[in-house]
T-cell receptor
Framework: SAVISQKPSRDICQRGTSLTIQCQVDSQVTMMFWYRQQPGQSLTLIATANQGSEATYESGFVIDKFPISRPNLTFSTLTVSNMSPEDSSIYLC??????????FGQGTRLTVV | GNSVTQMEGPVTLSEEAFLTINCTYTATGYPSLFWYVQYPGEGLQLLLKATKADDKGSNKGFEATYRKETTSFHLEKGSVQVSDSAVYFCALNHNTDKLIFGTGTRLQVFP
């Protein structure tokens, strides 16, 4: 199994600012995923991050708003840019370890005021 | 496209009651099916999975059977405990690395 550490675990941010969320995995993985879980809703995939290439964004998400870095096979960051209250969510990092099972970090609870 | 539909919650039960959380899916072919659980303040954890028709996934007293004929993967437990209180997500994966989640069902178990 994979152990995924995410930080910060929570933050309260002012609108118009940006927050960078870090995701560290204890082993090398090819693909890392970033999800958003809005209050009371399910998980929505934001983007897939591969090492050495640009992230692939899902419909409704753009690089300018959610830039992603993937400098190596164990680390990724997601930045939430120019935040508004609508960005208040839990952001989750995930890796697909075996091809049939995904592992998740504990999430970053973001509140924008 | 592929999708997952879950029963809406919250589901409120007394301890030792029988639990069913319904999940149906839409997909061509044979996707892999999963149940994930999210305990308060934590990330998602895989609860059980099934990768082909008629497979039964089981873990911690929970079971779900992959029913191709009804495109369902209902979660069941014979006797719930207070510690089972959490949000349960049904999900599928079909020929990609992406998981598609249902909306989640909150379970509340009272002593």
């Amino acid at each position: 199994s994979a152990v995924i550490s995410q930080k910060p675990s929570r933050d309260i941010c002012q609108r118009g600012t940006s927050l960078t969320i870090q995701c560290q995995v204890d082993s090398q993985v090819t693909m890392m995923f970033w999800y958003r879980q809005q209050p009371g809703q399910s998980l929505t995939l934001i983007a897939t991050a591969n090492q050495g290439s640009e992230a692939t964004y899902e419909s409704g998400f753009v690089i300018d708003k959610f830039p992603i870095s993937r400098p190596n096979l164990t680390f990724s960051t997601l930045t939430v840019s120019n935040m508004s209250p609508e960005d208040s969510s839990i952001y989750l990092c995930s890796v697909d370890w075996t091809g049939t099972e995904a592992f998740f970090g504990q999430g970053t609870r973001l509140t924008v005021v | 496209g592929n999708s997952v539909t879950q029963m809406e919650g919250p589901v409120t039960l007394s301890e030792e009651a029988f639990l069913t959380i319904n999940c149906t899916y839409t997909a061509t072919g044979y996707p892999s099916l999963f149940w994930y659980v999210q305990y308060p303040g934590e990330g998602l954890q895989l609860l059980l999975k099934a990768t082909k028709a008629d497979d039964k996934g089981s873990n911690k007293g929970f079971e779900a059977t992959y029913r191709k004929e009804t495109t369902s993967f209902h979660l069941e437990k014979g006797s719930v405990q207070v510690s089972d209180s959490a949000v349960y997500f049904c999900a599928l994966n079909h020929n990609t690395d992406k998981l598609i989640f249902g909306t989640g069902t909150r379970l509340q178990v009272f002593p």
